[in-house]
């Protein structure tokens, strides 16, 4: 039996070195020098190529590399082959630091008064306190939760919004298509942090956007194809939408003449607002190959029928 690793191969050296320390007994093999392909039970990547997915008969569990798997071609996997997530504790930090920074940036006005500084302006606002702000998540999953129970503690207030309904101390719960329009319009900052599937492609579109207060903000960590770039556009032009702030885009990378790049209200940043740690996911891969073998349900096992 043996695992292979086939992903950004800097950090493929950080995570062959947790497995010989901790699992010495488990052979970790990172691409290119992948030992004998009819042992692989395991692949690590962010993309299984179908002809290296060909090369690999034992294969059992596919484990994506990243949290969202909205790039894995699942007609290509072999239906035996379980397809698992990455959930691990340094994405999650990272998103929570991610979306604290946007979201305090946003409710102390920090865009304006760089563009006030880009004109030598010395042009004061007013302070809105937190308890007089309200932010909404959009996708109460893992990330979800842990950005709102972070905000917590600035003492915004808080709602969420997902497709199944969740109770979260402190937080004002909304879901499903009914309760999409009363979950928006009391947001005056509202965090994409759904999967992109069938469903949510698309999703935050003219008719979402008109549903927030004027003067709302977007941050979207999630992916670039869950909100319609036009109708963003649009909103932000006719100032119904305040500013967004677009860790993700539709398309990656987004070309340098596209109109987002220069809108004097759009913050942009590289899809870097979380990453998969080696030295945190090492210790969660190695517990999913455990329960795998007990036969134990894993970690961020996906539901190819939900897509997410
Ligand atoms: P997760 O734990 O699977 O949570 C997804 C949540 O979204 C669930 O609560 C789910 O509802 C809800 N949902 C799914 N489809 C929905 C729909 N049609 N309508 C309303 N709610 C819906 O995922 P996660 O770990 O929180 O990650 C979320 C996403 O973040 C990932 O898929 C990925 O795309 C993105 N991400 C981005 C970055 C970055 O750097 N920008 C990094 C990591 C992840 P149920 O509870 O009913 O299932
Ligand atoms: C990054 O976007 C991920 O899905 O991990």
Not at 31 to 47: F, T
Not at 164 to 186: C, H, N, Q, R, W
Not at 292 to 307: F, K, N, S, T, V
Request: glycine share 10%; proline share 7%; aromatic share 6%.
């Amino acid at each position: 039996m043996s695992i292979l690793y086939r992903a950004d191969a800097a950090r493929g050296a950080a995570w062959a070195s947790h497995f010989a320390e901790a699992a010495p007994d488990l052979a970790f093999h990172v691409w290119p020098d992948a030992g004998d392909l009819s042992k692989v039970e395991y692949l690590v990547a962010w993309q299984a190529p179908p002809d290296l997915l060909a090369q690999l008969p034992n294969l059992k569990v596919l484990f994506s590399s990243g949290a969202g798997v909205d790039h894995v071609d699942f007609s290509a996997i072999p239906g035996h082959v379980q397809v698992v997530r990455m959930v691990e504790p340094g994405i999650v930090d990272g998103m929570v630091e991610y979306v604290t920074m946007s979201v305090l940036a946003l409710h102390r006005d920090l865009f304006d008064y760089l563009a006030a500084q880009a004109e030598g302006a010395w042009r004061e606002g007013p302070v809105r306190p937190a308890a007089a702000r309200t932010i909404g998540v959009m996708g109460l999953g893992v990330l979800g939760q842990a950005v709102l129970g972070r905000l917590a503690a600035f003492g915004f207030r808080l709602r969420g919004w997902n497709r199944s309904p969740k109770a979260i101390d402190g937080v004002e719960g909304f879901a499903g298509t009914a309760g999409l329009a009363p979950f928006l319009a009391g947001c005056d900052i509202l965090v994409c942090l759904l999967p992109l599937t069938a469903a949510t492609r698309g999703l935050v579109d003219a008719q979402v956007l008109a549903g927030l207060p004027r003067g709302a903000s977007l941050i979207n960590v999630a992916r670039g194809a869950v909100v319609d770039t036009e109708a963003l556009l649009d909103a932000l032009d006719a100032g119904h939408l305040g500013r967004a702030v677009l860790d993700v885009t539709e398309p990656e990378p987004l070309p340098p003449d596209h109109r987002l790049w220069r809108h004097p209200r759009v913050a942009i940043t590289p899809h870097i607002a979380s990453m998969t740690q080696p030295q945190t996911a090492a210790p969660v891969l190695l517990e999913n190959l455990r329960r795998h073998q007990r036969g134990e349900p894993m970690l961020g096992l996906i539901d190819r029928a939900r897509g997410y």
